[in-house]
């Protein structure tokens, strides 16, 4: 006999019932979407690679984690690390009136040591909006991200909020801030004596406590911001004030990717480990259309780890897997052609419905019941059937009745 094969190093299967869990936070999340105006965005799991270099050059993600590969035609590609520069890539490519507002909910890939709630594959959800750079914006895609956690009942996490400023403030910002660094490079961590040139702004965010230390006294870019990035920022913080959504705001959070403009944010949980606290955030992306051939167009998004998201539930015991699957199990004991038939009207009646195979005992099909927490039992017996009948028999209560075959569809009903 061959040796039963494995998911890939670093991937898991998400099987039922988990998956239900993972069904309704995507329903919720595309509910909350719809609601708010986005529509639904399918953009491929692979891209060409230069998509992801052209935005991340300098980005761990794109340097050492992303998968590349030729295809047979010699084309170099990857498959998606991150949501949204795929996503920027449809905007530029097919030129949709604005503000386009799309939401999503797919895969990313990063070549990664696998280790508790990171995997090589891990999913995301989230949403993009291009053509505006007006702050409210910027408020609604936060709301929608935080009303998302409220709504499955998180609670024990922070919103941390920065603004990068643009291209008018960030020079002369990042020149004072390696001003600051250069003297004091060999505090730095190891990583980043070397490259404290290269990104200025990362060591701030680097979460080793060399750099911590280091930098205590370093300059913050909130105190560096042009006249416009601070109106915009401040109109941003009046937004979420006026939504009831806390924030603090964290002059460090620059995010992993390159391509951040004035708003970034992140959500932090408090009860998952340090490394992955981070259950979403985004940012504003103004120059990033551009950078991918477009002619200039503001844009903002967030993503949200499915993954980390569901740590958090757990850690704070909410957004339990739902309990029950159908709300009704038909048992049929007489052959099966009344559950066939029976599930089917059911079904079509929206009511969702089940039963067993393969003409099981009345003893099993009870127990099967149970184990799908459906609230009721059809059953159809020797005497129902001679009778053209059903018993309905509440599962919890064990309360049972005989009604008409033909009566059942209207005794189900509220
Ligand atoms: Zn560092
Ligand atoms: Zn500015």
Redesign the pocket.
């Known amino acids: 006999m061959p040796e039963p094969l494995q998911a890939p190093k670093g991937t898991r299967d998400v099987l039922p019932p988990e998956s239900d869990r993972w069904q309704s936070l995507v329903a919720r999340f595309a509910t909350a979407c719809g609601a708010a105006g986005y529509g639904l965005i399918q953009s491929p799991v692979f891209e060409d690679a230069a998509v992801f270099h052209r935005v991340g050059e300098s980005t761990d993600v794109v340097r050492k984690e992303m998968y590349v590969f030729e295809d047979r035609a010699g084309r170099k590609l990857a498959l998606r690390p991150e949501g949204t520069a795929g996503v920027v890539r449809a905007y530029v490519q097919h030129r949709p009136p604005t503000p386009w507002k799309v939401w999503y909910a797919a895969p990313n890939f990063r070549y990664e040591a696998p280790q508790a709630g990171r995997y090589r594959q891990h999913h995301q959800l989230g949403i993009e909006v291009l053509g505006t750079d007006d702050p409210d914006l910027d408020v609604e895609v936060i709301s929608i991200a935080s009303d998302l956690y409220r709504g499955i009942g998180l609670t024990k996490y922070t919103l941390l909020l920065n603004s990068l ?2 291209d ?2 960030r020079p002369a910002y990042n020149q004072s801030l390696t001003d600051f660094l250069l003297p004091r490079r060999d505090d730095l961590c190891d990583e980043h004596k070397e490259r404290a040139a290269e990104n200025p702004m990362r060591v701030l965010d680097c979460k080793k406590k060399a750099c911590r230390d280091a930098t205590r006294e370093a300059p913050r870019i909130t105190d560096h ?2 006249e ?2 601070k109106a915009h920022f401040e109109r941003v913080q009046e937004g979420l004030s006026a939504l009831e959504i806390d924030f603090v705001i964290e002059p460090r959070l620059a995010r992993g990717l390159d391509y951040y403009t004035r708003t970034t944010f992140e959500f932090q949980h408090h009860e998952i480990e340090a490394s992955q606290s981070a259950i979403g955030g985004g940012g504003r992306y103004d120059k990033l259309a551009a950078e991918l051939g477009g002619s200039p167009t503001p844009g903002i998004g967030f993503g949200s780890g499915i993954e980390r998201i569901l740590l958090a539930a757990d850690a704070e015991g909410v957004f339990a897997t739902p309990e029950a699957r159908v709300d009704v199990f038909v048992i049929d004991v007489v052959g099966g052609a009344h559950a066939r038939d029976i599930t089917a009207e059911l079904r079509r009646a929206g009511i969702k419905a089940d039963r067993a195979f393969d003409g099981r005992s009345m003893k099993s099909q009870m127990k099967q019941a149970d184990k799908t927490g459906a609230r009721l039992a059809i059953i159809v017996g020797e005497d129902e059937a001679a009778a053209g009948e059903v018993t309905i028999r509440d599962l919890s209560s064990s309360e049972q009745r005989r009604v008409s075959r033909t009566d059942l569809l209207e005794e189900l009903r509220p």
Request: glycine share 12%; aromatic share 0%; hydrophobic share 25%.
């Open positions: 400023g643009d008018e403030c911001l042009c416009a990035c």
